[in-house]
C-alpha cells in the first residue's frame, strides 16, 4: 500500500491530518465528527444530490462569511477551513430535513424501518423537530415488487440511492426513476418480482423505509428486539459475513457484516432472504429412533438417542461421513467419534478431484487466492467456465466493479477523485475493461464482456491452455480450435499480458478438471512476468475447502465400503441428497450399512432412512468454524438457543464419543476446543487456534447478543412464567444471550449489531471501520489457511484434453445453475421456492430439431440407466452436442452421477 | 455586408425562412470558406476571443475561452461534439425561434465554424418539443448544407468532416441548463451534472462538448467574415455585438429587436416596443427572462449588457424582459412564476425539489385568501436557502432571484394579502 499523502485541514477550529485521497464528508465522518448524509455511500460514492452534508467553508483564517459547500462533493486540500457547527450549516441542514418532511409521512410508530432508520437518526441529528409545512403531502402507488422487498414510496426521500445501486452498482435493468420534480418515483415500469440477484441489498441501502425485508415483514420485530450474532452465509462458498436475527425462536432476518474484504456493504439474495429453512415446520427437534418392526420412528430423550447410538458404536464398526455444509468443528467430532480411517467426507468421487485439485492450485502465483476486494480491482478477467451470477453471486458483483477500472484511467487523467461517481461513470461512459467469459451457456456478465465464447467444457479447458500458451512462449500453440474459441484466444491473451492486475476466475461449477488445472497454468505462466496475477476458484459449499484440507477420502470409496459390508454402523453429517454427484453413494450407504444415524436440520429422504435422527443446529444455533473459497477460516457464533433438543452436531458427536472413547478423548468444552483440537491434529488448520486467540474475550466482559434497548425482557413470558427466567448460559463463546454485557466496542469478529450514540441505522457501521470502506478497527476477522506458493504450484500441466465431439445419440451433460433453486436449503424460503424454475432439459435449438422437438416439447432423458422425462429449455447459447441440466432442483436430485445422457422424443 | 442588424438581417417579413440560395446570396458561408481555406482551427477560436462574444444563453461566459479550454486534438482520435442550446424555454424568450425559424443556414454556419475551431466531428441542435417548424426548417436546411458541401464529409474539400443532427426533444425546462441538456441528448434524464470538469473537458457522452446559446452560434459567421474588431465596435456600452432583445408584458409592441449590445432599456421599452399601453405605469421588468430578479422605473437609463445590470443586483439573461404593470398583482405574478418553477425542477436536490412546491403553495395560498403572517418569513428563508452554492445546479436560485426581489420591491402587496386575506387585485373590495 501507498502511504496516503496527508494534508491539514480545520474543523471548527481543531486541526486534523487526514488522507486527501477522501472527500471531505469521508473524511470528517472518520475523524469521529456527526455530519449528517443521504445520498452519499461509501460503496457508491458521492452525487452531490441530497444537500445535507452542507458546511461552511473558509477561505483563511480571516475569513468571517464563508461559503456553504457540500462536503461530499469537496475534495480535500491543504490548509482546508471548514465548520460543522456553523449556525448557518446548522439552519440549512435542519432545513434540508424540513424540505425531506414534507413529503414524508409521519408513520414512524408503524414503519418497519423505525428505530434503524438512518432518516430519523439523521432528523435527531440536524435537529429539525417543529413542522411548518402545512400544505398536503403527496402520495404515491406502491408496487408489489416481488417475494422479497416491500415498497412504500411515500416515505421516499428521493436520495437516489436505491437506483445508483441497482443499475450502476449491480447492473440491474427493471428498476429505474421516473418522473421528475417532487414526483420522481423510484420503482418499475410495472409491478413485478426485482430481477437483480443483489436486490435485498435495497433495504440496507435505503435510508428509510421504501424497500424493506418482506420475508423479515411476515414475522416482523424490532431491530433493538433482535437477538444477533456475527455468523457467516452457508449458501454459496464465498463465506460472506452475516447479521442473522432472531427473537422468540424465531430467526427473522439476515442482515450484511461487513468485511473489508469479503462482502463488503452488500450480500446476494439468497444469501439474504434462504434463511427460512431455520424457521421451517420440518425442522427436526428432536432425536427420533426407528422402533424395530414399525415403520415409523418415534421421538426419544437425548439421552436414550446417545444411549442408543453409543450402544450401536460399540456393536461394530462405524464409518463416518463428514459434510462439506457443516463446520470444522462438527467435521472433526465425527472423525474423531469414528477414527480417521473411517471417516470419509460427503462430496462424490469426481468432486473430490476437483476440490483437490482446486486445494493443489489455489495458491498459485505469487499473489495468492484473491479476497473479492482484491478481485474488484483486477483490471483484467478471464472467467473460465463458472457462471459466477448462480454459483457465487457476490463475485459477479466484484466483477462487475473491475471492469470499469481500466476506463478509469480517463477519469484520473482529468483529475476525477475517485469518490466523485457520477462525473467518474461520464468520463467512463460505456466503456469497460477487459473481461472474457468462456461458459457453456450464456451468463449475465456477457453483456459486459469484451469476449464471449460458448464451448464444451473441455473445449474451454483448451481455450485456457491455449491462452497460457501465447503468455508462455508468444506463439500460438493450439492449431485446431473452433473459430468461436480461437477468436477469444489472441485478445484475452494479450489483454492479460498488459494487465497490471490479471485475475483467472474458474471453479467446481464447471465440473471439469482440465479447466481448473488451465486456469492455474494460465496464471502460471502469468506470474512468470506478473506477480500480481491472481487465481480465483469458486467452490460449491460454504465449508468445502475445509472439508477438502481434511484429506478425507470421497463418497466413492466410502460407498464401495458399505458395499462391501466393511461397516455395521454409519454416522452421516448432514447429507446433501440434492447433487447429482453426491446423492447416489450418500443413497447405497444409507441403504446398505445395517445402523444409520443421521445428524440433520430437516425431514427428508435422509432422515427417512435413518435408524436414528439426531437434531443437529443450524449455523444460527451453533458456532464454528468455515473456510471460504480463497482458504479462509472464519468463526461463526450461535445467533440463538433452539427449541427443543437440537444442538450443535459436534455436541451430539462428543456426547457419544464421551460413552463410546470415554471423556479424556474428546475434551471439549465449547466449539473452540473443538477447533484446538483440529489445530493440533491435522497442521493445516494450526492458525485457527490464533484465530480464537484474537476473539478471545475476559469473561465479565461478554458481548451482549441483545441490545441495551431490548424491551419486554422481564414480561415477555409472563403469560408462562412470572419470574424472569435465568438467561441461557453461553459457555462457550465470548458472547452473552443477553442485553448485559461490555459497553465497550468489541474486537472486529465479535461485532454483534452496528449501533453507535446517534447512529441506529446501519449507517453506524463506519463508527467500527479503521477508514470508511477499508477495514474493520482490529483487522477484518478470519485467517488465511492458505498461503501463497509462488513457485511450488502443483497439479499445471500442459497435457491438454481432448477437443470436444458430439456423439451420435448423446449429450454431454453441463450443469447449469440457479441462484434460486441450486441450493438445497434456501428452498426452504417460500420466495426462493416460487422463483426456482421447474426442471427442465437444455439443448442448442439445432439439437432440437435433430431429436425432432421443440419449445415446451418433452424430452426422455436417460442417465446411466435411469430415466427422466423433462420439458425442452431451447437454449441457443449451448454447444451442439452438450445438454444442460439444472443442478439441486427438486425433482432432478436423485440422479446417477454419469455424464452423457440419452435423449430421445417422448413417443 | 457589414449591417447594424447583422444577426437578423434577410429574414422575410413574411415569416419563411431565408433559403440557402439567399443565405449565399448575402455572403452566407462565405465565413466557413474562409475558416477552412485559410485559417487554422486556433486562429479561428483568436478571432472569437478577440471579439469578445459572450454567451447569449444567460451567463455570459466568454465564448472564445471556452472554446479554447477544449484540449487540443494533437492527433488523438476520439469523438467531439458541439451543441446548439435550442431548447429556449425561459418563460418570456422567444429569440433564439426567430434566428432559428428565420435563418437556420446561419446557425449551421456558426455551428460548423465552432466544429472546425474545436476540431469536433459531430454537431447536434437540440430543440424544444414545441418549436416545430424551427425543427423541420433547420432539418431541411441540414440538408441543403449536406449537398452543398458545408456539412458532412469532406467540407468544401478539406479533410474537415462533421456529422450533423438536429434533435427534437420532449422538452423540459432542465433541458435548458447545458448539463441537463447533454444527460437529455445522451438519452438520461435531464439532471444536472456535477463540475468540474465542465462540457469543453468531458461533455456529451464524457468527450470534448461545446455547448451554445443558438444567438451564441449565430454570431460567429458575422464575426469570421467581419472581423473581431467590428464586432466589439457594434456594442454601445463596452460589451460586443449585437442582441436580440425582447420585450413582452403589456407594451405596446411586444417584440424582438435586435439592437446594438448596451442600449438603453428606456429605448428598448419605449422607442422599440412602444411604450407601455394606454393607462398604464411600469411598476418593474424582469430584464433577462423569469429567472433574473426585478428592476425598477429609476433603472430604465441603463445601458442593457451583462455589466450593468450585473450591477444594478439583476442579470441580462437572454436578454429578454417582462414587464410588470401596475394594474398585475405581483403576487400572482411570482405565484405563476414559482408553479413553473417547481413544475421544472427534475427532482434531484432537496431544497429545489421539496423547497420551490412549498414556496409554490405558499404564494398560491396567499393570492387565495389563505395566507398567513408567517409565510413572509417561509418565503424569505427560501430565498436564502435556495440560492447559489446551496441547490445543486441554478435553477432554484433562478426560481428565487425574482421572488427575493419582489419580496423587497413589492411588500407591501405581500403584506396586503395577508392582512385582507385575499388578493387585492382579483378581489377588489
Known amino acids: 500500500m501507498e502511504k496516503p499523502v496527508l494534508k491539514k485541514i480545520w ?140 415498497h412504500e414510496m411515500n416515505r421516499c426521500i428521493q436520495c437516489y440511492r436505491c437506483v445508483r445501486f441497482y443499475r450502476d452498482y449491480a447492473g440491474g435493468k427493471d428498476f429505474n426513476v421516473f418522473g421528475s420534480r417532487n414526483r420522481t418515483y423510484f420503482g418499475r415500469v410495472k409491478d413485478g418480482t426485482l430481477e437483480s440477484p443483489f436486490s435485498g441489498n435495497l433495504a440496507e441501502i435505503c435510508p428509510t423505509g421504501v424497500f424493506t425485508d418482506k420475508t423479515e415483514k411476515a414475522h416482523y420485530t424490532r431491530k433493538w428486539d433482535l437477538q444477533t450474532a456475527p455468523s457467516l452465509c452457508t449458501l454459496c462458498g464465498l463465506g460472506c459475513n452475516t447479521l442473522p436475527g432472531e427473537r422468540l425462536g424465531t430467526l427473522r432476518r439476515i442482515r450484511n457484516r461487513y468485511h473489508g474484504e469479503i462482502n463488503r456493504y452488500f450480500l446476494c439474495d439468497r444469501g439474504r432472504f434462504g434463511y427460512e429453512f431455520v424457521n421451517s415446520p420440518r425442522r427436526i427437534r428432536h432425536p427420533a429412533l426407528r422402533q424395530p418392526g414399525s415403520p415409523g420412528s418415534a421421538i426419544v430423550s437425548a439421552e436414550q438417542a446417545i444411549d442408543h447410538a453409543a450402544g450401536l458404536l460399540a456393536g461394530g464398526a462405524t464409518i463416518g461421513i463428514g459434510s462439506p455444509t457443516a463446520s470444522l468443528e462438527a467435521n472433526h467430532a465425527l472423525r474423531t467419534l469414528v477414527g480417521a480411517e473411517n471417516f470419509f467426507v460427503g462430496i462424490g468421487g469426481s468432486e473430490a478431484e476437483l476440490l483437490r485439485t482446486v486445494l493443489a492450485t489455489l495458491g498459485a502465483g505469487p499473489a495468492g487466492p484473491p479476497s473479492l476486494r482484491e478481485i474488484e480491482r483486477a483490471d483484467a478477467v478471464l472467467i473460465l467456465g463458472e457462471d459466477l451470477t448462480n454459483t457465487a453471486p457476490l463475485l459477479d458483483l466484484a466483477v462487475r466493479q473491475s471492469v470499469l477500472n481500466v476506463p478509469l484511467d480517463h477519469a484520473r487523467a482529468l483529475d476525477v477523485p475517485h469518490w466523485n461517481d457520477a462525473v467518474n461513470r461520464l468520463v467512463i461512459n460505456n466503456e469497460r475493461g477487459p473481461l472474457f467469459v468462456a461458459t457453456p451457456a450464456p451468463t449475465s456478465l456477457d453483456e459486459l464482456a469484451s469476449g464471449v465464447c460458448r464451448a464444451a467444457p473441455q473445449d474451454i479447458a483448451h481455450l485456457g491452455f491455449a491462452i497460457a500458451a501465447i503468455v508462455g512462449s508468444g506463439a500460438p500453440a493450439l492449431g485446431d480450435l473452433p473459430d468461436a474459441i480461437a477468436r477469444l484466444v489472441g485478445p484475452a491473451a494479450e489483454a492479460l499480458r498488459n494487465s497490471k492486475t490479471p485475475l483467472i476466475i474458474a471453479g467446481m461449477g464447471s465440473g471439469d478438471l482440465a479447466t481448473i488445472r488451465a486456469a492455474a497454468t494460465l496464471v502460471r505462466e502469468l506470474a512468470n512476468t506478473n506477480p500480481a496475477a491472481a487465481l480465483c476458484l469458486v467452490v460449491p459449499d460454504c465449508n468445502s475447502v475445509g472439508v477438502g484440507l481434511l484429506g478425507a477420502p470421497d463418497l466413492s470409496h466410502a460407498a464401495a465400503a458399505a458395499a462391501r459390508g466393511e461397516f455395521t454402523n454409519a454416522i452421516v453429517l448432514e447429507p446433501d441428497l440434492s447433487r447429482r454427484g453426491r446423492s447416489e453413494a450418500l443413497s447405497t450407504i444409507l441403504d446398505t450399512v445395517p445402523h444409520v444415524v443421521v445428524l440433520d436440520h430437516l425431514e427428508g429422504p435422509a432422515t427417512d432412512r435413518a435408524e436414528l435422527v439426531l437434531p443437529a443446529a443450524t449455523f444460527a444455533e451453533s458456532g464454528g468454524t468455515m473456510v471460504n473459497n480463497e482458504g479462509r477460516a472464519q468463526r461463526f457464533f450461535q445467533v440463538f438457543v433452539p427449541e427443543g433438543e437440537v444442538r450443535a452436531s459436534w455436541r451430539w458427536l462428543q456426547q457419544i464419543g464421551e460413552r463410546v472413547l470415554g471423556p479424556d478423548s474428546v475434551p471439549w468444552d465449547g466449539s473452540d476446543d473443538v477447533a484446538k483440537g483440529l489445530a493440533e491434529a491435522i497442521p493445516v488448520f494450526g492458525p485457527i487456534a490464533d484465530l480464537m486467540s484474537t476473539l478471545t474475550h475476559e469473561p465479565r466482559r461478554r458481548v451482549p447478543r441483545q441490545s441495551h434497548r431490548v424491551t419486554g425482557r422481564t414480561s415477555v413470558n409472563a403469560h408462562l412464567q412470572i419470574r424472569e427466567p435465568r438467561p441461557p448460559d453461553d459457555g462457550e463463546s465470548p458472547l452473552a444471550f443477553s442485553m448485559e454485557g461490555s459497553p465497550l466496542p468489541p474486537p472486529a469478529g465479535l461485532i454483534t449489531r452496528y449501533w453507535s450514540p446517534g447512529w441506529n441505522s446501519v449507517q453506524a457501521l463506519s463508527r467500527f471501520q479503521e477508514e470508511i470502506g477499508g477495514a474493520l478497527r482490529g483487522g477484518d476477522p478470519g485467517v488465511r489457511l492458505i498461503e501463497p506458493r509462488p513457485s511450488d504450484v502443483a497439479s499445471t500441466s500442459h497435457d491438454e484434453p481432448t477437443r470436444f465431439t458430439p456423439r451420435s445419440g448423446e449429450w454431454l451433460l453441463v450443469s447449469l445453475y440457479h441462484l434460486f433453486g441450486s441450493e438445497r436449503l434456501s428452498l426452504e424460503t417460500p420466495g426462493v421456492a416460487e422463483q426456482a424454475p421447474a426442471p427442465y432439459v437444455a439443448l442448442n435449438p439445432d439439437d432440437g430439431d435433430r431429436l425432432g422437438v421443440g419449445p415446451g416439447d418433452t424430452l426422455v432423458v436417460e442417465i446411466e440407466g435411469r430415466t427422466l422425462e423433462l420439458p425442452l429449455e431451447p437454449e441457443p447459447g449451448l454447444p451442439r452436442g452438450c445438454a444442460g441440466l439444472p443442478e439441486g432442483l427438486p425433482g432432478l436430485r436423485d440422479l446417477p452421477a454419469g455424464r452423457w445422457a440419452r435423449l430421445r422424443r417422448l413417443p | 455586408m457589414a449591417e447594424a442588424t447583422p444577426l437578423t438581417q434577410g429574414i422575410p417579413a413574411d415569416g419563411k425562412p431565408l433559403g440557402l440560395r439567399e443565405y449565399e446570396a448575402m455572403g452566407g458561408y462565405e465565413a466557413l470558406r474562409t475558416a477552412v481555406g485559410q485559417m487554422t482551427p486556433e486562429d479561428v477560436i483568436e478571432v472569437v476571443k478577440d471579439s469578445n462574444l459572450r454567451g447569449r444563453g444567460g451567463a455570459g461566459f466568454p465564448t472564445g475561452m471556452k472554446w ?177 432583445y425582447g420585450v413582452s408584458g403589456k407594451v405596446n409592441r411586444p417584440g424582438i429587436f435586435e439592437l446594438p449590445m448596451g442600449t438603453p432599456i428606456r429605448e428598448i421599452i419605449e422607442e422599440h416596443a412602444g411604450g407601455m399601453r394606454d393607462g398604464l405605469r411600469l411598476r418593474g421588468f424582469l430584464p433577462g427572462g423569469a429567472s433574473t430578479p426585478f428592476l425598477l422605473d429609476e433603472h430604465l437609463d441603463l445601458p442593457m449588457d451583462f455589466n450593468h445590470i450585473a450591477e444594478a443586483g439583476s442579470r441580462l439573461g437572454t436578454g429578454t424582459m417582462i414587464i410588470l404593470d401596475d394594474r398585475t398583482c405581483p403576487v400572482g405574478m411570482l405565484a405563476n412564476m414559482e408553479h413553473f418553477y417547481a413544475q421544472e425542477s427534475c427532482g434531484w436536490c432537496t431544497p429545489c425539489r421539496d423547497g420551490l412546491p412549498w414556496v409554490e403553495k405558499t404564494l398560491h395560498a396567499m393570492e387565495t385568501g389563505a395566507g398567513k403572517d408567517e409565510d413572509l418569513e417561509i418565503l424569505e428563508l427560501h430565498c436564502k436557502l435556495l440560492g447559489p452554492g446551496y441547490t445543486f445546479c441554478a435553477l432554484a436560485p433562478g426560481a428565487v432571484d425574482p421572488l427575493a426581489s419582489a419580496l423587497r420591491f413589492f411588500r407591501e402587496d405581500f403584506e396586503a394579502h395577508i392582512s385582507e386575506r385575499r388578493c387585492p387585485w382579483r378581489n377588489p373590495s
Open chain 2, 68 to 244: 479554447g479550454f477544449v484540449p487540443k486534438r494533437d492527433g488523438k482520435p476520439g469523438r467531439r461534439y458541439v451543441v446548439a442550446n435550442g431548447d429556449e424555454m425561459e418563460p418570456g424568450t422567444f429569440k433564439d425561434r426567430l434566428l432559428m425559424e428565420g435563418n437556420p443556414h446561419q446557425l449551421i454556419e456558426g455551428m460548423t465554424l465552432a466544429a472546425y475551431a474545436i476540431e469536433a466531428d459531430f454537431a447536434y441542435v437540440f430543440i424544444r418539443w414545441a418549436y416545430r417548424d424551427a425543427f423541420h426548417r433547420l432539418r431541411d436546411a441540414a440538408h441543403e448544407a449536406e449537398k452543398a458541401g458545408y456539412i458532412g464529409k469532406r467540407i468544401l474539400g478539406t479533410d474537415f468532416h462533421l456529422e450533423f443532427h438536429i434533435h427534437g426533444s420532449a422538452g423540459r425546462y432542465m433541458c435548458g441548463e447545458e448539463t441537463g441538456l447533454l444527460n437529455s441528448l445522451q438519452g438520461g434524464r435531464a439532471n444536472p451534472r456535477s463540475k468540474p470538469p465542465f462540457p469543453p473537458v468531458a461533455g456529451l457522452y464524457g468527450k470534448p462538448t461545446v455547448i451554445q446559446n443558438i444567438e451564441t452560434l449565430c454570431n460567429v459567421p458575422q464575426i469570421i467574415s467581419n472581423g473581431a474588431e467590428w464586432f466589439r465596435n457594434l456594442g454601445l456600452a463596452g460589451d460586443a455585438g449585437t442582441k436580440l
Open chain 1, 11 to 150: 474543523v471548527d477550529g481543531r486541526t486534523h491530518e487526514v488522507p486527501e485521497s477522501n472527500n471531505l464528508l469521508q473524511t470528517v465522518l472518520d475523524l469521529g465528527y456527526d455530519l449528517p448524509y443521504f445520498c452519499w455511500h461509501p460503496a457508491l460514492g458521492s452525487v452531490g444530490a441530497c444537500r445535507q452534508c452542507a458546511v461552511k467553508q473558509f477561505r483563511d483564517a480571516d475569513d468571517r462569511d464563508g461559503m456553504i459547500i457540500m462536503a461530499c462533493m469537496t475534495p480535500v486540500s491543504d490548509g482546508l477551513r471548514i465548520s460543522i457547527d456553523d449556525p448557518e450549516a446548522v439552519a440549512f441542514r435542519a432545513s434540508v430535513i424540513g424540505w425531506l418532511m414534507t413529503n414524508h409521512p409521519h408513520d414512524c410508530p408503524i414503519c418497519d424501518e423505525g428505530g434503524e432508520c438512518h432518516l430519523q437518526d439523521m432528523t435527531v441529528m440536524t435537529g429539525h423537530n417543529q413542522r411548518t409545512y402545512r400544505f398536503n403531502k403527496r402520495t404515491f402507488r406502491n408496487q408489489n415488487l416481488g417475494p422479497f422487498l416491500n
